[in-house]
């Protein structure tokens, strides 16, 4: 059963924070119009609350949940959960759904609200009734890792980093690891049929060979479409950044130093990788620009 949210429900920060953009916008109406439309639609029409207190956010007029979709739609309302706690508990209930759909596949992409048998079933790989998609994405796990490190930044709450955080974040840690080494030691393979080829992986669904250059694997891109090559760099950058957040984690809320060492190789490992493979066959130029963004992007 899920706790219907319309407009007359959706909590007064939200109303609060239209009207200062009001009042600061007052030449630009319909920027004004805009945001407000945007700002309590997302609200009102993707973000359903449970009573077990986790949340579901349907994807436009997708009746599934996307890893990735989901943290970016709930994003801008961690402007108002240091003083709203309803809109924290909204987010914190968030991530605990997300971490909960991880332990029960970190290959899948999007899920399903209940075990319904919904979406592409059809698909040769490893589907159960919770999946709505089982597109191997980076960007679908380091999504909620950000998402629980950014409530925290913003509201000083911790109750986000239970035991489902600990054990997706084992879960996490341990794929992108076998992910090193997709030829010899992944388990998975993604093929739907009578589809476009950006659809699907080719090699009986193993994607392009690759060899080993300490970056993880990544079957499909943030779009959902298939990777060309299999180390997708942009993400791979995110996932070092949502491993030095879990770093932080461990050390200042858990108190865990072995935990709070645990991701440090495999980011090593990674920017190694950016810097001798990153800008293969480019311009010296381009090449120097990529090398900067990946060196700002590990240091955040």
Known sequence: MQITRKEQDISPSIYQMIDQIKERMPEHPELVDMFRNCFTNTMATTIQRKEDG????????????????????????????????????????????????????????????????????????????????????????????????????????????????????????????????HESKSPYSFQRLHAPVTDTL???????ETAYTGMTWSGFRPSDDRCEYGYLIPSNMFAVVALRYVQEIAESVYRDATMGKRPVYWPKKSTQAFSSTGGWNIPNSERYMLMRRTEWAITI
């Open 202 to 208: 080719g090699r009986e669904g193993r994607g392009t």
């Open 54 to 181: 986790t949340t579901f956010v349907i994807t436009g007029d997708i009746p599934a949940m996307w890893l990735r979709d989901s943290a970016a739609q709930v994003r801008p309302y961690l402007v108002l959960a240091s003083q709203d706690k309803d809109v924290a508990d909204m987010i914190a209930g968030l991530v605990e759904r997300q971490l909960s759909y991880v332990l029960l596949d970190p290959y899948a992409n999007a899920f399903n609200e209940t075990e319904s048998g919904k979406g592409h079933q059809a698909d040769l790989t490893q589907m159960n009734d919770w999946i709505w998609e089982r597109k191997y994405e980076i960007d679908s796990l380091a999504y909620p890792i950000q998402l629980s490190y950014l409530l925290w930044k913003n509201t000083g709450r911790t109750d986000q980093f239970n035991d489902t955080f600990r054990k997706a974040i084992k879960v996490i840690m341990q794929l992108w690891q076998v992910e090193q080494h």
